[in-house]
């Protein structure tokens, strides 16, 4: 399970001062650091991959030439640039391009689009909500040893998100920011949308040769409401589902507009199907902090379904919001349901934390329910080993429940940890 923008460095020099610069003129030059994308240099390369990497030109300039060098360079660069970066579209390469105004309606040009014979793909760009985050997708092509590769707009599946940039990482190319705005790409064919994709722009695309329709001017109001009807028309099972709206919730919630959360409280409804609920809960944990938080501790109070609510608790595992973890922990202590306290007993032993280990300690003494307890022992082994393991061979050596002593010496003898080893041979040899 859901864009980061590059900048160039600002490296212009500046000369310490005006009596150094008289002393020598071979101290009164400054380098003036241009970026410059491969596809500059050479446009064979271009035709290849759009802009994997950004190189530097420096050019060697004395003070006083260095206005002229830069509206030099910047009027070469805005002129090689218009293909690319003036429309929006991110590293999308070999497709076949046409710029469209949205101006009017997003709904009205897609349908002009899904009228169209054969398939073709829309794009547009919305603002993001805040946040380090990297979306590519699984498949890549590997083109280079120093990166990732190139994602296949067609035949490319699943959506990689990161929180923050696996490439710089490995020397390849480096995200000095955050991004603030992501990509969101649609196939329409048959007058239907058959597929929806969300990107950084960071992330490079083959096209392979399809038509993309680039849509500038789209208002983020108009993306919400589209999106959100390619939500509520999916049916229950199906590519419509799996291909479009759980991609389409994905884009609902990555919106930096308080409006989205609206549209996600519309989704969780106890009328909406399960599968929509469920799916939403993990999204609203992930990307919309306090309001998102707040949404999915009514749905732990509000939620007819166990199995929708035990999603609540994933969802409430990945907030950062502290009013998060508040409500994973009295979920765990307090739910009705023994399924869903397990599962919220599990997802605070993947948070650890002082507050969780007194959380699934006190479980597993004072749970009414063995399945709980053995749960909350299960908790307990995925704990860093230096908490979990003295912990579990307590309960092994003290806890009045035999299942759940059992259940202690089996996720001992899973650890692999020398202590356990030694538990087990003081257990055997009676010490």
């Given at each position: 399970?859901?864009?980061?923008?590059?900048?160039?460095?600002d490296?212009?020099?500046?000369?310490?001062?005006?009596?150094?610069?008289t002393?020598?003129?071979?101290r009164?030059?400054?380098?003036?650091?241009?970026p410059?994308?491969p596809w500059?240099?050479?446009?064979?390369?271009h035709t290849?991959?759009?802009?994997?990497?950004?190189s530097f030109?420096?050019v060697?300039?004395?003070?006083?030439?260095?206005s002229?060098v830069v509206?030099?360079?910047?009027?070469?660069?805005?002129?090689?640039?218009l293909?690319t970066?003036?429309?929006?579209?991110?590293r999308?390469?070999n497709?076949?391009t046409?710029?469209?105004?949205?101006?009017?309606g997003?709904?009205?040009?897609?349908?002009?689009?899904?009228?169209?014979s054969?398939a073709?793909w829309i794009g547009?760009r919305?603002?993001?909500?805040a946040?380090p985050r990297?979306?590519c997708?699984?498949?890549?092509i590997?083109?280079?040893?120093a990166?990732?590769?190139v994602?296949?707009?067609e035949?490319?599946?699943?959506?990689?998100?990161s929180?923050?940039d696996?490439?710089?990482?490995?020397?390849s190319?480096?995200t000095?920011?955050?991004?603030t705005e992501?990509?969101i790409?649609?196939r329409?064919?048959?007058g239907?949308?058959?597929r929806v994709?969300?990107?950084?722009?960071?992330c490079?695309i083959?096209?392979?040769d399809?038509?993309?329709v680039?849509?500038n001017?789209?208002k983020?109001?108009?993306?919400?409401?589209?999106?959100?009807s390619?939500?509520?028309a999916?049916?229950?099972a199906?590519?419509?589902?799996?291909?479009?709206a759980k991609?389409?919730?994905?884009?609902i919630?990555l919106?930096?507009?308080?409006?989205?959360?609206r549209?996600l409280?519309?989704?969780?409804?106890?009328?909406r199907?399960e599968?929509?609920?469920?799916?939403?809960?993990?999204?609203?944990?992930?990307e919309?902090?306090d309001?998102?938080a707040?949404l999915?501790?009514?749905?732990?109070?509000?939620?007819?379904?166990d199995?929708v609510?035990?999603?609540?608790?994933?969802?409430l595992?990945?907030?950062?919001?502290p009013?998060?973890l508040t409500?994973?922990?009295a979920?765990a202590r307090d739910d009705?349901?023994?399924?869903?306290r397990?599962?919220?007993?599990?997802?605070?032993?993947?948070?650890?934390?002082?507050?969780a280990?007194a959380?699934?300690t006190?479980a597993i003494?004072n749970?009414?329910?063995t399945?709980?307890k053995k749960?909350a022992?299960?908790a307990?082994?995925?704990?860093?080993?230096?908490e979990?393991?003295?912990?579990l061979?307590?309960?092994?050596r003290?806890?009045?429940?035999?299942?759940?002593?059992?259940?202690?010496m089996?996720w001992?003898?899973?650890?692999h940890d020398?202590r356990a080893?030694?538990?087990?041979?003081?257990?055997?040899l009676k010490?």
């Amino acid at each position: 399970m859901i864009a980061q923008r590059e900048h160039g460095a600002d490296r212009d020099h500046r000369e310490k001062s005006a009596t150094e610069d008289t002393k020598t003129q071979s101290r009164n030059r400054s380098f003036l650091s241009v970026p410059v994308s491969p596809w500059l240099t050479s446009a064979t390369e271009h035709t290849k991959t759009q802009s994997r990497t950004q190189s530097f030109l420096r050019v060697s300039v004395s003070p006083w030439l260095t206005s002229s060098v830069v509206s030099c360079w910047l009027g070469v660069l805005l002129a090689a640039c218009l293909s690319t970066t003036a429309s929006g579209q991110g590293r999308i390469s070999n497709a076949k391009t046409e710029t469209r105004s949205a101006a009017q309606g997003l709904e009205r040009e897609v349908r002009a689009v899904a009228a169209r014979s054969g398939a073709t793909w829309i794009g547009y760009r919305m603002p993001m909500v805040a946040g380090p985050r990297q979306m590519c997708c699984f498949d890549t092509i590997s083109t280079t040893d120093a990166c990732c590769g190139v994602c296949r707009l067609e035949r490319g599946g699943g959506v990689s998100m990161s929180r923050g940039d696996d490439r710089d990482r490995r020397g390849s190319r480096i995200t000095l920011e955050p991004p603030t705005e992501f990509l969101i790409l649609a196939r329409l064919e048959g007058g239907a949308v058959g597929r929806v994709r969300t990107f950084t722009p960071d992330c490079d695309i083959d096209a392979t040769d399809m038509p993309l329709v680039w849509l500038n001017d789209v208002k983020p109001d108009d993306s919400l409401a589209w999106l959100a009807s390619l939500v509520t028309a999916a049916s229950d099972a199906g590519d419509g589902r799996e291909r479009v709206a759980k991609t389409a919730i994905a884009a609902i919630a990555l919106h930096n507009l308080p409006a989205a959360d609206r549209i996600l409280e519309g989704f969780v409804a106890p009328a909406r199907p399960e599968w929509l609920r469920g799916d939403t809960a993990f999204w609203l944990g992930s990307e919309r902090g306090d309001a998102g938080a707040r949404l999915l501790a009514r749905m732990l109070t509000q939620d007819p379904s166990d199995k929708v609510r035990e999603k609540v608790t994933f969802g409430l595992s990945v907030s950062k919001v502290p009013a998060a973890l508040t409500a994973l922990v009295a979920t765990a202590r307090d739910d009705r349901s023994t399924k869903v306290r397990s599962q919220a007993l599990f997802w605070l032993a993947q948070k650890a934390g002082k507050e969780a280990v007194a959380v699934i300690t006190g479980a597993i003494d004072n749970d009414p329910d063995t399945e709980v307890k053995k749960n909350a022992v299960f908790a307990l082994s995925q704990l860093p080993k230096d908490e979990g393991v003295p912990r579990l061979m307590d309960v092994a050596r003290n806890n009045r429940n035999p299942e759940v002593r059992k259940q202690a010496m089996f996720w001992l003898g899973q650890s692999h940890d020398p202590r356990a080893v030694k538990f087990f041979e003081d257990i055997l040899l009676k010490k």
